[in-house]
C-alpha cells in the first residue's frame, strides 16, 4: 500500500525499537480554553464544484480515503447568496464498483482537553438521502500509536495509524431524510469524559455508487469549546 498523494498531512516516525515505530509529538496541538474554541468554518479554503472537487487542506488536519483505488476526498464547496462554505462528501460521483467504495476521513488536529467541561458542535446539511453514510468518532490514542514492524525500513501510512488507534463512536442523531436545503445544528455533544487527554474528531464517511450509497453530507462551523 503507498500513501495516497492527496493525502493532506505528512506523517513523520522516529525509531523507538528494532521492529517499532510511534508517532512523535506534532506542534499542531489545540489548545482549548473558554476564551478560545477551536472553530473551523472553511470560509478560507479554496472551493471547487461537482466537476472540480478541491479537497479540505487545512493546517494539521487529515483528508483520506482508505480505499487504495478510490481518488475521492472531502471537498471544499460554495454557495454565494449568502457567501458560505463547507466541506462535504458523496459517492455519487464515484466510479462503481466494489474497488472503488469509499471510506472518506476527514480528521481534526490533535486537541488538548484540560480539566473542564468541553463541547462538540457543527452544523450538517443531508442531500439526497438514499444511506446513512457518515458517523463521527473520536480517538485519545491516534497521537501515540506504535506500529509494529517487521522491517525497519516500513514506514506506516496514514491508513495504518487510522487502522490501529482506538476510535469511539460519537452519538449525533443524524435523520434519515434530506434536510430541505439547509444546515442543521448538532447541538452540544457532551465530551467531558475525555477530559485531561488529547483527542481528534474524525468524520467519516462510508458510501458506495455501485449500491446507491450515496447521500450527500455537508459540514460546517465545527467547533469545540470550554464550558
Known amino acids: 500500500y503507498s500513501l495516497l498523494t492527496a493525502i493532506t498531512i505528512v506523517v513523520f516516525t522516529s525509531c523507538v525499537g528494532e521492529d517499532d515505530y510511534v508517532i512523535p509529538d506534532y506542534n499542531d496541538k489545540v489548545i482549548i480554553t473558554r476564551n478560545s474554541p477551536f472553530v473551523a468554518d472553511f470560509q478560507s479554503s ?105 522491517e525497519e525500513e516500513n514506514t506506516p501510512t496514514v491508513k495504518d495509524i487510522i487502522e490501529a488507534a482506538t476510535w469511539e463512536l460519537i452519538n449525533v442523531n443524524f435523520p434519515s431524510t434530506h434536510t430541505n436545503d439547509q444546515f442543521e445544528p448538532s447541538g452540544n455533544i457532551n465530551l467531558s469524559e475525555y477530559k485531561n487527554s488529547n483527542v481528534r474528531i474524525a468524520f467519516k464517511y462510508v458510501g458506495s455508487k455501485q449500491a446507491n450509497q450515496t447521500t450527500t453530507f455537508q459540514l460546517d462551523n465545527i467547533t469545540i469549546f470550554e464550558n
Do not use: C, M
Not at 487545512?58 to 466541506?87: D, F, G, M
Not at 476527514?106 to 442531500?127: A, E, W
Open 46 to 150: 479554496a472551493y471547487g464544484s461537482g466537476a472540480n472537487e478541491v479537497p479540505v487542506s487545512l493546517a494539521w488536519w487529515i483528508n483520506t480515503n482508505l480505499t487504495s483505488s478510490a481518488p475521492k476526498l472531502w471537498h471544499v464547496r460554495r454557495t454565494t447568496n449568502p457567501e458560505n462554505r463547507w466541506a462535504e462528501f458523496s459517492s455519487f460521483y464515484s466510479q462503481s464498483g466494489e474497488e472503488y467504495n469509499d471510506e472518506a476521513w476527514l480528521i481534526t488536529p490533535s486537541i488538548v482537553l484540560g480539566d473542564s467541561n468541553y463541547f462538540l458542535s457543527f452544523d450538517y446539511q443531508i442531500r439526497f438521502y438514499n444511506y446513512d453514510n457518515l458517523a463521527v468518532y473520536i480517538s485519545r490514542d491516534f497521537d501515540s500509536v506504535v506500529i509494529d514492524s517487521e
